[in-house]
């Protein structure tokens, strides 16, 4: 069974960080891709960033490309979410999620994922 309990959340100001952090107990950890999704009040969820279990590779939207970097320490079984340059539109629950099926590269679609933590919440405001 896969288990995902994420944290780092709270309450920034505009234009400060906060970096999210993912633990995850899988069995088979290093052949996931993991994403990093997020739902504001009254909007659909959507895909932040995305990091591939082959290579590392990442992908972002081009709302937080150049201010959040997606990381994995498989050692550790967690995935990271740095979040620089915050902003109130960046306001959020912050979810990760597994996508179990191998593939050299990974989707930012909330249907391929298929396992999901409980979500943090993520606020910016002054």
């Known amino acids: 069974q896969v288990q995902l309990v994420e944290s780092g959340g709270g309450l920034v100001q505009p234009g400060g960080s906060l970096r999210l952090s993912c633990a995850i107990s899988a069995f088979n950890f290093d052949y996931y891709n993991i994403g990093w999704f997020r739902q504001a009040p009254g909007k659909e969820r959507e895909g932040v960033s995305c990091?591939?279990?082959?290579?590392?590779?990442?992908y972002s939207s081009d709302s937080v490309k150049g201010r959040f970097t997606i990381s994995r320490d498989n050692a550790k079984k967690t995935v990271y979410l740095q979040m620089n340059s915050l902003k109130p539109e960046d306001t959020a629950v912050y979810y990760c999620?597994?996508?179990?099926?191998?593939?050299?590269?990974?989707?930012?679609?909330?249907?391929?994922?298929?396992?999901w933590g409980q979500g943090t919440q993520v606020t910016v405001s002054s």
């Open positions: 999620a597994v996508d179990p099926q191998p593939s050299y590269s990974c989707s930012q679609n909330s249907k391929e994922y298929v396992y």
């Open positions: 990091i591939t279990s082959s290579d590392g590779s990442t």
